[in-house]
Protein backbone atom coordinates (compact mmCIF):
# COMPACT_ATOMS: atom_id res chain seq x y z
CA UNK A 1 0.00 0.00 0.00
CA UNK A 2 1.32 3.23 -1.20
CA UNK A 3 1.39 6.50 0.90
CA UNK A 4 -1.60 8.23 -1.22
CA UNK A 5 -3.81 5.11 -0.83
CA UNK A 6 -3.17 5.43 3.32
CA UNK A 7 -3.92 9.12 2.94
CA UNK A 8 -7.08 8.69 1.24
CA UNK A 9 -7.86 5.43 3.68
CA UNK A 10 -7.20 8.02 6.71
CA UNK A 11 -9.08 10.95 4.90
CA UNK A 12 -12.21 9.21 3.88
CA UNK A 13 -12.99 7.36 6.67
CA UNK A 14 -16.28 7.95 8.85
CA UNK A 15 -15.60 10.51 11.46
CA UNK A 16 -17.43 9.32 15.24
CA UNK A 17 -18.27 12.46 16.86
CA UNK A 18 -15.78 12.39 20.15
CA UNK A 19 -17.07 12.63 24.03
CA UNK A 20 -16.33 15.57 25.84
CA UNK A 21 -13.08 14.88 27.25
CA UNK A 22 -11.68 13.33 23.88
CA UNK A 23 -12.88 16.43 21.54
CA UNK A 24 -10.44 18.68 23.72
CA UNK A 25 -7.27 18.06 21.33
CA UNK A 26 -9.86 18.62 18.13
CA UNK A 27 -10.56 21.68 19.78
CA UNK A 28 -6.49 22.77 20.29
CA UNK A 29 -6.07 21.46 16.79
CA UNK A 30 -8.23 23.84 15.41
CA UNK A 31 -7.37 26.62 17.08
CA UNK A 32 -4.08 25.63 15.84
CA UNK A 33 -4.50 25.70 12.44
CA UNK A 34 -6.53 28.95 12.94
CA UNK A 35 -3.80 30.53 13.92
CA UNK A 36 -1.22 29.12 10.41
CA UNK A 37 -0.93 31.69 7.90
CA UNK A 38 -2.27 30.32 4.93
CA UNK A 39 0.89 30.88 3.07
CA UNK A 40 2.63 29.00 5.47
CA UNK A 41 4.21 25.56 3.91
CA UNK A 42 3.27 21.95 4.91
CA UNK A 43 6.24 21.29 6.59
CA UNK A 44 5.58 24.70 9.27
CA UNK A 45 2.52 23.26 9.98
CA UNK A 46 3.93 19.65 10.63
CA UNK A 47 6.64 21.44 12.90
CA UNK A 48 3.66 23.06 14.75
CA UNK A 49 2.06 19.52 15.12
CA UNK A 50 4.97 18.09 15.95
CA UNK A 51 6.15 20.92 18.98
CA UNK A 52 2.78 20.31 20.78
CA UNK A 53 2.76 16.48 20.40
CA UNK A 54 4.09 15.78 23.63
CA UNK A 55 0.55 17.27 25.38
CA UNK A 56 -1.87 16.39 23.14
CA UNK A 57 -0.84 13.11 23.05
CA UNK A 58 -1.88 12.75 27.11
CA UNK A 59 -5.15 13.40 25.87
CA UNK A 60 -8.00 10.89 25.02
CA UNK A 61 -7.77 10.33 21.16
CA UNK A 62 -4.77 13.01 21.27
CA UNK A 63 -2.33 11.06 19.12
CA UNK A 64 -5.33 9.91 16.83
CA UNK A 65 -5.49 13.76 16.23
CA UNK A 66 -2.34 14.11 15.07
CA UNK A 67 -2.48 11.44 12.80
CA UNK A 68 -5.27 12.28 11.56
CA UNK A 69 -4.23 15.84 11.02
CA UNK A 70 -0.81 15.25 9.69
CA UNK A 71 -2.84 13.29 6.68
CA UNK A 72 -5.34 15.83 6.02
CA UNK A 73 -2.43 18.53 5.79
CA UNK A 74 -0.48 16.00 3.32
CA UNK A 75 -3.79 15.59 0.84
CA UNK A 76 -4.48 20.02 1.72
CA UNK A 77 -1.01 20.53 0.01
CA UNK A 78 -0.92 17.55 -2.24
CA UNK A 79 -4.52 18.94 -4.18
CA UNK A 80 -3.17 22.35 -4.03
CA UNK A 81 -0.68 21.89 -5.79
CA UNK A 82 -2.52 20.12 -8.45
CA UNK A 83 -4.43 23.30 -8.85
CA UNK A 84 -1.57 25.08 -9.42
CA UNK A 85 -0.36 23.06 -12.22
CA UNK A 86 -3.99 23.21 -13.45
CA UNK A 87 -3.75 27.28 -13.15
CA UNK A 88 -0.30 27.33 -14.77
CA UNK A 89 -1.61 25.33 -17.67
CA UNK A 90 -4.68 27.72 -18.39
CA UNK A 91 -2.73 30.58 -17.82
CA UNK A 92 -0.14 29.55 -20.80
CA UNK A 93 -3.20 28.50 -22.89
CA UNK A 94 -5.09 31.92 -21.92
CA UNK A 95 -1.39 33.84 -22.86
CA UNK A 96 -1.56 32.07 -26.14
CA UNK A 97 -4.84 32.93 -27.37
CA UNK A 98 -4.17 36.89 -26.19
CA UNK A 99 -0.88 36.30 -28.68
CA UNK A 100 -2.81 35.13 -31.46
CA UNK A 101 -5.71 38.24 -30.62
CA UNK A 102 -2.57 40.34 -30.88
CA UNK A 103 -1.00 39.38 -33.57
CA UNK A 104 -4.43 39.69 -35.45
CA UNK A 105 -4.69 43.27 -34.29
CA UNK A 106 -1.41 43.83 -35.71
CA UNK A 107 -2.47 42.76 -39.41
CA UNK A 108 -5.48 44.94 -39.34
CA UNK A 109 -4.65 48.57 -37.47
CA UNK A 110 -1.35 49.69 -39.91
CA UNK A 111 -1.29 53.32 -38.59
CA UNK A 112 1.73 54.27 -37.21
CA UNK A 113 -0.49 55.46 -33.47
CA UNK A 114 -2.15 52.02 -33.89
CA UNK A 115 1.32 49.88 -34.01
CA UNK A 116 2.95 51.86 -31.32
CA UNK A 117 0.04 50.92 -28.51
CA UNK A 118 -0.44 47.26 -29.91
CA UNK A 119 3.41 47.09 -29.62
CA UNK A 120 2.60 48.38 -25.59
CA UNK A 121 0.22 45.79 -25.55
CA UNK A 122 2.22 42.91 -26.44
CA UNK A 123 5.55 44.35 -24.23
CA UNK A 124 3.28 44.22 -21.42
CA UNK A 125 2.37 41.39 -21.40
CA UNK A 126 5.89 39.35 -22.03
CA UNK A 127 7.27 41.38 -19.52
CA UNK A 128 4.56 39.25 -17.36
CA UNK A 129 3.02 41.07 -14.39
CA UNK A 130 1.31 38.41 -12.49
CA UNK A 131 1.29 40.65 -8.78
CA UNK A 132 -1.16 43.04 -11.13
CA UNK A 133 -3.37 41.57 -13.24
CA UNK A 134 -6.31 44.28 -12.99
CA UNK A 135 -3.57 46.38 -14.39
CA UNK A 136 -3.22 44.06 -17.27
CA UNK A 137 -6.64 44.07 -17.67
CA UNK A 138 -7.10 48.15 -17.77
CA UNK A 139 -4.01 48.64 -19.81
CA UNK A 140 -5.79 46.17 -22.86
CA UNK A 141 -9.50 47.84 -22.49
CA UNK A 142 -7.86 51.38 -23.08
CA UNK A 143 -5.57 50.30 -26.30
CA UNK A 144 -8.65 48.35 -27.89
CA UNK A 145 -10.95 51.63 -26.63
CA UNK A 146 -8.40 53.36 -28.58
CA UNK A 147 -8.19 51.42 -31.78
CA UNK A 148 -11.62 51.09 -31.88
CA UNK A 149 -12.13 55.12 -31.71
CA UNK A 150 -9.71 55.35 -34.36
CA UNK A 151 -11.31 52.72 -36.54
CA UNK A 152 -14.50 54.53 -36.12
CA UNK A 153 -13.16 57.74 -36.75
CA UNK A 154 -11.82 56.21 -40.40
CA UNK A 155 -15.12 55.56 -41.31
CA UNK A 156 -16.75 58.39 -40.38
CA UNK A 157 -13.98 60.24 -42.52
CA UNK A 158 -14.98 57.79 -45.57
CA UNK A 159 -18.67 58.45 -44.69
CA UNK A 160 -18.06 62.21 -45.02
CA UNK A 161 -15.84 61.84 -48.61
CA UNK A 162 -19.04 59.55 -50.23
CA UNK A 163 -21.16 61.98 -49.26
CA UNK A 164 -19.35 65.06 -50.78
CA UNK A 165 -18.44 63.05 -53.99
CA UNK A 166 -22.14 61.83 -54.09
CA UNK A 167 -23.10 65.49 -53.45
CA UNK A 168 -20.83 66.80 -56.35
CA UNK A 169 -22.11 64.11 -59.13
CA UNK A 170 -25.44 65.28 -58.47
CA UNK A 171 -24.81 68.80 -58.72
CA UNK A 172 -23.26 67.80 -62.04
CA UNK A 173 -26.34 65.82 -62.88
CA UNK A 174 -28.13 69.01 -61.86
CA UNK A 175 -26.16 71.47 -64.70
CA UNK A 176 -26.71 69.62 -67.64
CA UNK A 177 -24.46 68.29 -70.54
CA UNK A 178 -22.02 70.14 -70.73
CA UNK A 179 -21.46 72.68 -74.06
CA UNK A 180 -19.36 71.05 -76.89
CA UNK A 181 -16.31 72.99 -77.60
CA UNK A 182 -15.70 74.93 -80.78
CA UNK A 183 -13.53 73.68 -83.03
CA UNK A 184 -11.14 75.84 -82.86
CA UNK A 185 -10.51 74.23 -79.60
CA UNK A 186 -10.87 70.89 -80.08
CA UNK A 187 -8.51 68.43 -78.52
CA UNK A 188 -6.83 66.68 -81.63
CA UNK A 189 -7.52 63.36 -79.74
CA UNK A 190 -9.33 62.29 -76.66
CA UNK A 191 -7.06 61.83 -73.51
CA UNK A 192 -5.34 58.05 -73.23
CA UNK A 193 -6.00 56.75 -69.65
CA UNK A 194 -4.89 53.58 -68.29
CA UNK A 195 -7.11 50.91 -68.01
CA UNK A 196 -5.66 49.60 -65.03
CA UNK A 197 -6.06 52.66 -62.93
CA UNK A 198 -7.96 55.33 -65.03
CA UNK A 199 -5.06 57.72 -64.55
CA UNK A 200 -4.14 59.36 -67.65
CA UNK A 201 -1.45 57.69 -69.06
CA UNK A 202 2.56 57.96 -69.97
CA UNK A 203 2.07 59.77 -73.32
CA UNK A 204 -0.02 62.12 -71.17
CA UNK A 205 2.21 62.96 -68.62
CA UNK A 206 4.55 63.72 -71.33
CA UNK A 207 2.43 66.27 -72.83
CA UNK A 208 2.25 67.93 -69.58
CA UNK A 209 5.86 67.87 -68.72
CA UNK A 210 6.38 69.78 -71.46
CA UNK A 211 4.45 72.38 -70.70
CA UNK A 212 5.17 72.78 -67.25
CA UNK A 213 9.27 72.78 -67.95
CA UNK A 214 10.98 75.50 -66.62
CA UNK A 215 7.66 77.00 -64.40
CA UNK A 216 9.20 77.90 -61.27
CA UNK A 217 6.29 77.07 -58.61
CA UNK A 218 5.72 73.50 -60.51
CA UNK A 219 7.17 70.44 -58.73
CA UNK A 220 7.85 66.80 -60.18
CA UNK A 221 6.99 63.96 -58.24
CA UNK A 222 7.94 60.38 -59.09
CA UNK A 223 6.75 57.29 -57.07
CA UNK A 224 7.25 53.66 -57.40
CA UNK A 225 5.84 50.41 -56.60
CA UNK A 226 9.02 47.62 -55.28
CA UNK A 227 8.06 43.69 -55.80
CA UNK A 228 5.55 44.14 -58.41
CA UNK A 229 7.07 41.51 -60.90
CA UNK A 230 7.16 39.02 -57.44
CA UNK A 231 3.83 39.53 -56.47
CA UNK A 232 2.49 39.29 -60.21
CA UNK A 233 4.79 35.79 -60.73
CA UNK A 234 2.98 34.93 -57.47
CA UNK A 235 -0.26 35.49 -57.18
CA UNK A 236 -1.46 36.83 -60.44
CA UNK A 237 -1.75 40.03 -62.41
CA UNK A 238 -4.85 40.66 -61.32
CA UNK A 239 -3.32 40.88 -57.69
CA UNK A 240 -0.89 43.18 -59.23
CA UNK A 241 -3.38 45.60 -60.71
CA UNK A 242 -5.65 45.91 -57.38
CA UNK A 243 -2.02 46.75 -55.87
CA UNK A 244 -1.75 49.30 -58.67
CA UNK A 245 -5.69 50.91 -58.47
CA UNK A 246 -4.79 50.91 -54.25
CA UNK A 247 -1.78 52.76 -54.45
CA UNK A 248 -3.04 55.70 -57.08
CA UNK A 249 -5.83 55.98 -54.57
CA UNK A 250 -3.87 56.45 -51.69
CA UNK A 251 -1.73 59.10 -54.03
CA UNK A 252 -4.46 60.88 -54.76
CA UNK A 253 -6.45 60.96 -51.65
CA UNK A 254 -3.43 62.49 -49.39
CA UNK A 255 -1.71 64.76 -52.12
CA UNK A 256 -3.49 65.56 -55.25
CA UNK A 257 -4.75 69.11 -54.77
CA UNK A 258 -7.36 70.39 -57.17
CA UNK A 259 -4.54 72.44 -58.95
CA UNK A 260 -2.15 69.03 -59.59
CA UNK A 261 -2.33 66.39 -62.12
CA UNK A 262 -1.35 62.52 -61.64
CA UNK A 263 -0.48 60.21 -64.02
CA UNK A 264 0.06 56.53 -64.66
CA UNK A 265 3.66 56.40 -65.94
CA UNK A 266 5.69 52.89 -67.32
CA UNK A 267 5.38 49.84 -65.35
CA UNK A 268 4.60 49.86 -61.32
CA UNK A 269 5.24 53.83 -61.28
CA UNK A 270 2.92 57.08 -61.37
CA UNK A 271 4.34 60.88 -61.75
CA UNK A 272 2.37 63.86 -60.11
CA UNK A 273 2.76 67.06 -61.45
CA UNK A 274 2.39 69.31 -57.87
CA UNK A 275 1.15 73.19 -58.33
CA UNK A 276 2.94 74.54 -55.13
CA UNK A 277 4.08 78.00 -53.28
CA UNK A 278 6.16 76.77 -50.55
CA UNK A 279 9.92 75.43 -51.36
CA UNK A 280 11.17 72.48 -52.63
CA UNK A 281 12.57 71.33 -49.40
CA UNK A 282 8.48 71.46 -47.64
CA UNK A 283 7.21 70.05 -51.15
CA UNK A 284 9.65 66.96 -50.68
CA UNK A 285 8.59 66.82 -46.83
CA UNK A 286 4.96 66.23 -48.28
CA UNK A 287 6.04 63.72 -50.66
CA UNK A 288 7.34 61.57 -48.61
CA UNK A 289 5.02 61.54 -45.17
CA UNK A 290 2.69 60.11 -48.41
CA UNK A 291 4.75 57.05 -49.21
CA UNK A 292 6.00 56.18 -45.41
CA UNK A 293 2.73 55.79 -44.13
CA UNK A 294 1.87 51.85 -43.68
CA UNK A 295 0.28 50.43 -46.98
CA UNK A 296 -1.03 47.24 -46.39
CA UNK A 297 -4.76 45.45 -47.26
CA UNK A 298 -6.32 42.06 -47.72
CA UNK A 299 -6.74 41.02 -51.41
CA UNK A 300 -8.78 38.09 -52.67
CA UNK A 301 -8.40 35.57 -55.74
CA UNK A 302 -10.16 32.73 -56.74
CA UNK A 303 -8.41 30.46 -54.40
CA UNK A 304 -7.62 32.76 -51.27
CA UNK A 305 -7.55 35.59 -49.40
CA UNK A 306 -3.84 37.31 -48.55
CA UNK A 307 -2.69 39.99 -46.09
CA UNK A 308 0.08 42.02 -48.48
CA UNK A 309 2.54 44.44 -47.02
CA UNK A 310 3.31 47.42 -50.00
CA UNK A 311 5.92 49.22 -50.44
CA UNK A 312 6.17 52.45 -52.15
CA UNK A 313 9.06 55.01 -52.53
CA UNK A 314 9.16 58.52 -54.37
CA UNK A 315 11.41 61.28 -55.27
CA UNK A 316 10.71 64.98 -56.03
CA UNK A 317 12.97 67.75 -57.47
CA UNK A 318 11.71 71.38 -58.76
CA UNK A 319 10.71 71.96 -62.49
CA UNK A 320 11.87 75.41 -62.23
CA UNK A 321 15.04 76.04 -65.08
CA UNK A 322 14.72 72.50 -66.01
CA UNK A 323 14.04 71.70 -69.53
CA UNK A 324 11.33 68.88 -70.44
CA UNK A 325 14.51 66.49 -71.32
CA UNK A 326 15.79 66.74 -67.83
CA UNK A 327 12.53 66.07 -66.42
CA UNK A 328 11.99 62.91 -68.27
CA UNK A 329 15.89 62.04 -67.52
CA UNK A 330 15.50 62.63 -63.56
CA UNK A 331 12.03 60.34 -64.05
CA UNK A 332 13.84 57.30 -65.83
CA UNK A 333 16.76 57.07 -63.25
CA UNK A 334 14.97 57.04 -60.34
CA UNK A 335 12.19 54.51 -62.28
CA UNK A 336 15.40 52.26 -63.13
CA UNK A 337 17.33 52.61 -59.39
CA UNK A 338 14.14 51.57 -58.00
CA UNK A 339 14.01 48.64 -60.04
CA UNK A 340 16.91 47.46 -59.06
CA UNK A 341 16.40 47.82 -55.26
CA UNK A 342 13.73 45.47 -55.65
Known amino acids: MTTDDRDLIVTDKSIIAPGAEAAEPWKQLGSLLFDTSSEQ ?10 ETGSTRKSAPGGAQVLIDAAALAHSIDRYSRQLQQQASVEREAAQGRVAAFIDHLQCVHTEAVEVAQIGQIRGHLEAGHP ?14 ASLRQGFQDRARANEALIASLRDRVQLLEQSGPLPLP ?8 AVVSDPCTGLPAKSEAEAALRRV ?3 SQSYI ?11 NARFGEEIGNEILLYCSQHIATNLIRPSDLLFRWSGPSFVAILEREE ?14 APLSRFFDNSSRTMYLPIRLTAETFPAAS ?19 VG
Open 213 to 215: AGA
Open 221 to 231: AVFYIHRMSLI
Open 41 to 50: SLEVLQERLE
Open 182 to 189: SAAVMPAQ
Open 131 to 144: EDPEQRRQLLIECL
Open 279 to 292: SASAVAGEVRRVVS
Open 322 to 340: QEYATLAGQISHFVLCSSQ
